[in-house]
C-alpha cells in the first residue's frame, strides 16, 4: 500500500524533516506514528497524501510512484485517500454538511447517496444535530470530528489522520479510535499520528516511532 525508500525531505533552511526514511505499510494495516514535536509526522503526511514531495528517495502510494506525480494527476490520487489535518482545514463559513460532503461532490455521486452517506457519518462521529450550523461557531472538539468525517464520507482506501483526538476529552477520543477501527475492519489502511500513548496502548497496533526525520522504533 505504501513503500517509502530512503525518503528525504529538505525544507529552506536547511530544515531536515525527513532523513533516509525507509517504510513498508501493507493494505489493510492499521498503525500508529508517533514522535515528539518536529519529528517528521505531519511532514510524512504530507508525502503520502501528494500535498508535497520528497526532495529525494522513492515514494510509492497504492502502487502510484508520487515522485513523478504531475500536479493533474495528484487530485486524482488524492480521491482514494482520506485526510484528517492537524489543523482540520475546514471551510468555516459553510456548514458541517456542506464541508463533509465535498469529496463525494468531487466524485459526482448521486444525491441521495451523499444524503445517506452524510446522515451515517455524522451519526458515527455524534454530530447528526450540527448538520447545518456553520463551522466557525464549532468547537474545537466539534471541528475535529467535522474533520474526521469528511475523511472518511468516501471510504477511503487509505486514512492518514494527524493528531486526530487532540482536542477531544478521553471518551470521546477512545470512541474516534474505536471508529477508526471499524473502518480499519472494512478494509481501509489506517495511519494514524498521536501523543496519546495512554490510548494507543489500548489497542495494541504496530507503532512507528519517528525521532529527528527517521524511524527511531517499529514495533507491535
Ligand atoms: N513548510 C516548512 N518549512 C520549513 N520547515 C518546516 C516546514 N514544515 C515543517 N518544517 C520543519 O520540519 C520539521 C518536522 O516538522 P513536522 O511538522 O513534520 O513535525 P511533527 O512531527 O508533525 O510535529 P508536531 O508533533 O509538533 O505536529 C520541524 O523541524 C519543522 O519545523
Ligand atoms: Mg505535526
Redesign the pocket.
Given at each position: 500500500m505504501i513503500q517509502l525508500s530512503h525518503v528525504y525531505?529538505t525544507?529552506?533552511?536547511p530544515?531536515?524533516?525527513?532523513k533516509d526514511l525507509s517504510l513498508t505499510i501493507e493494505k489493510g494495516e492499521f498503525l500508529f506514528?508517533t514522535?515528539?514535536?518536529?519529528?517528521?509526522?505531519?511532514?510524512?503526511?504530507?508525502m503520502l497524501s501528494a500535498f508535497?514531495r520528497p526532495t529525494t528517495g522513492g515514494l510509492v502510494v497504492a502502487g502510484q510512484s508520487l515522485i513523478h506525480l504531475s500536479k493533474k494527476q495528484a487530485p486524482f490520487l488524492r480521491r482514494k485517500i482520506g485526510v484528517v489535518f492537524?489543523d482540520f482545514k475546514l471551510l468555516s463559513d459553510k456548514t458541517v454538511f456542506d464541508n463533509i460532503i465535498l469529496p463525494l461532490q468531487i466524485l459526482g455521486e448521486k444525491r441521495h447517496h451523499i444524503m445517506n452517506r452524510a446522515r451515517d457519518v455524522l451519526e458515527q462521529v455524534g454530530l447528526l444535530d450540527k448538520a447545518n450550523t456553520l463551522c466557525s461557531s464549532l468547537s474545537g472538539g466539534e471541528q475535529q470530528r467535522v474533520a474526521i468525517a469528511r475523511a472518511i464520507i468516501h471510504r477511503p482506501g487509505l486514512l492518514i489522520a494527524?493528531?486526530p483526538t487532540g482536542n477531544l476529552d478521553p471518551k470521546l477520543a477512545l470512541e474516534i479510535m474505536k471508529l477508526f477501527q471499524r473502518v480499519n475492519e472494512q478494509g481501509t489502511t489506517v495511519v494514524i499520528?498521536t501523543?496519546d500513548y495512554a490510548l494507543l496502548e489500548k489497542f495494541g497496533k504496530r507503532r512507528i516511532h519517528?525521532v529527528g526525520?527517521q524511524v527511531s522504533q517499529d514495533f507491535l
Open positions: 525531505k525544507y529552506p533552511g530544515v531536515h524533516a525527513l506514528i514522535g515528539p514535536s518536529g519529528a517528521g509526522k505531519t511532514t510524512l503526511f504530507k508535497d492537524q494527524d493528531e499520528a501523543h519517528l526525520g
